[in-house]
């Protein structure tokens, strides 16, 4: 008989900034998820697998868990990421960022009951005192009564392997969950949102960032040699958001296509002719149609 398979779901959890991103996408040597400085970057669950012979294990990227959800998409984000939490998930790797936590102020969300927690102090390349780290794993060991503690660096990859391995050790005995070979089941077009996405991010500041959703209306793939051909519309909520994307003469719109068009050939490896058109949508935020229609509820 063969040996048994091991698959199942690993939630990544933490306060928003804290690296979750970050480690998924060096566990998975790809850039999938989005990273970003700024908190809030991940609206959405995605869905990662590593796997290899005999294992498969299937990362949720969970939004941070907003202590106070302001408005309907935040709180849209935090059922997304609890129910990632208590329900879906296998085993949960919580993540503390080791240079900024506050050991006085450690929070530790609902998590799914029997689900085993490895306690992951991140950023242990930044300088931060022995006395400081125990602070935080003593806080955070009480709350989370962890399976094991690890001190790891996602952003230069140190500890990541050793981190895999504990991963994998506590995977359950299943099949598969996904057909082999694909590394996420997620769309193309998903990641060509998120993409755009991140570009705004990087170039617009203050509420521009958040007052934006990125809808890829087509997606193209011509094959051939031919260039694929993505349109995108991003939705602000007010007129005047739309003219600091859209920038004096259009620059600033073609600076972020230029940009967008590049990461999104690197990521696909192929030609992309990609178009992006701005529009308004009043206060999409708290509007549940548009939430639902931007893909942000179910
Ligand atoms: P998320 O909100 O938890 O998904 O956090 P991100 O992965 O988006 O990371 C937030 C910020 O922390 C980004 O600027 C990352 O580059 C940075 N970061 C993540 N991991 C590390 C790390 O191990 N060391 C350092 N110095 N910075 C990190
Ligand atoms: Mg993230």
């Known amino acids: ?15 928003p900034n804290a690296g979750k991103s970050t480690l ?3 566990l ?15 609206r959405h669950r995605i869905l990662g697998i590593l796997e290899g012979e005999g294992f498969q294990a299937c990362f949720l990227d969970t939004p941070g868990l907003l202590s106070e959800a302001k408005d309907p998409l935040q709180k849209a984000l935090r059922v997304e990421a609890s129910r990632a939490l208590r329900e879906d998930a296998d085993l949960i790797v919580y993540l503390v960022d080791a240079a900024e936590a506050d050991p006085a102020k450690a929070e530790a969300p609902a998590l799914r009951d029997g689900a085993p927690v490895l306690l992951v102090l991140n950023k242990c390349d930044r300088p931060a005192s022995e006395e400081r780290l125990k602070a935080l794993e003593a806080a955070y060991a009480e709350r989370l009564k962890p399976a094991k503690v690890l001190r790891i660096s996602a952003l230069k990859g140190q500890g990541v392997e050793e981190l895999k391995a504990e991963i994998l050790a ?32 990087d170039l617009y500041h203050d509420e521009i960032p958040h007052a934006t959703a990125v809808v890829v209306d087509t997606f193209r793939e011509h094959g051939q ?41 690197n990521f696909l490896g192929r030609d992309v002719e990609l178009e992006i058109w701005v529009k308004v949508r009043k206060d999409w935020r708290k509007d549940p149609r548009a939430l639902k229609e931007f893909g942000y509820t179910s």
């Open 24 to 26: 998924l996408n060096s």
């Open 1 to 15: 008989m063969d040996a048994p398979h091991h698959a199942g779901f690993v939630a990544l959890a933490g306060l």
């Open 170 to 201: 506590r995977l359950p005995e299943n099949p598969p969950f996904y057909e082999k070979g694909q590394l996420s089941d997620r769309w193309e077009r998903f990641f060509a949102s998120e993409i755009v996405r991140e570009q705004v991010f």
């Open 225 to 265: 040699g031919r260039p694929d051909e993505v349109f995108a519309t991003l939705y602000v909520e007010r007129d005047g958001q739309k003219g600091i994307l859209i920038g004096k003469g259009g620059q600033d719109l073609k600076r972020l296509t230029d940009r967008a068009r590049a990461a999104l050939e």
């Open 28 to 42: 998975l040597k790809f850039k999938l998820s989005i990273v970003s400085p700024k908190p809030q970057t991940t």
